[in-house]
């Protein structure tokens, strides 16, 4: 009986094909900030947090990255600011991409919960869930529209992200946002072909001990 040869050519070149479409996102939650430090835009990194974000950039060095992407705001900008000189690149910032405005009492204990069981809830002057997530997810669309098939790093925040992630995944809420709350940085991979997210993967975090003067998710 002659043997039986299979040419697997044509589906290793599917899967190299595929691989070139997928778009790889890295977002990025900044180090540690100055908790005390009033303006949210300004608000700088802690000496602690700066030694921090040179785990980022040890993480980002081998992987490729060809655009990076960040919030406004100082301490997510400054988080990967030396990776991006690493790669001798321009960070582009996106004011879609900034934290949630906080109103009046915005982050006292028992709002968190307020907000993620329903998504329109705010306090008066703040941004409601889903007004986070719809600004996020625009600007996410139109990164990958741009950038297909790149590699990308978004530097983000806590509850932008964790919108991000609740558009995929309806269940998470704010015990998976509570996980998240003392990890900075915290690095995540969004895998997508085109629009479609097809894998994640938590890389690495540090967990920080709160420096504010009160935790705003405990009594």
């Known amino acids: 009986m002659a043997a039986e040869y299979h040419d ?46 040179q785990i980022v950039t040890d993480f980002l060095k081998d992987k490729g990255i060809d655009v990076f992407y960040s919030s406004p705001y100082k301490r997510s900008y400054d988080t990967i600011a030396a990776a991006a000189a690493f790669y001798g690149k321009e960070i582009i910032t996106d004011e879609r991409l900034r934290e949630r405005k906080k109103g009046v009492n915005g982050n006292q204990y028992g709002m968190f919960e307020k907000r993620w069981e329903d998504h329109d809830y705010c306090e008066e002057g703040g941004e409601s869930i889903h007004m986070v997530q719809r600004r996020n997810m625009e600007a996410l669309r139109e990164i990958l529209e741009k950038n297909k098939g790149k590699r990308i790093v978004a530097a983000t925040h806590g509850t932008a992200l964790s919108t991000i992630l609740n558009f995929y995944h309806s269940e998470f809420g704010v015990k998976d946002f509570l996980r998240i709350i003392d990890w900075m940085p915290y690095i995540i991979e969004l895998d997508f072909d085109g629009d479609r997210l097809i894998s994640e993967k938590e890389h690495c975090y540090i967990e920080k001990e709160f420096q504010g003067d009160k935790r705003a998710d405990k009594k």
């Open 8 to 53: 697997v050519s044509l589906s290793e070149e599917k899967r190299k094909q595929l691989e070139l479409q997928i778009t790889k996102v890295y977002f990025v939650r900044h180090a540690q900030p100055v908790h005390i430090w009033e303006d949210d835009r300004t608000r700088p990194l802690t000496a602690e947090g700066r030694k921090d974000a």
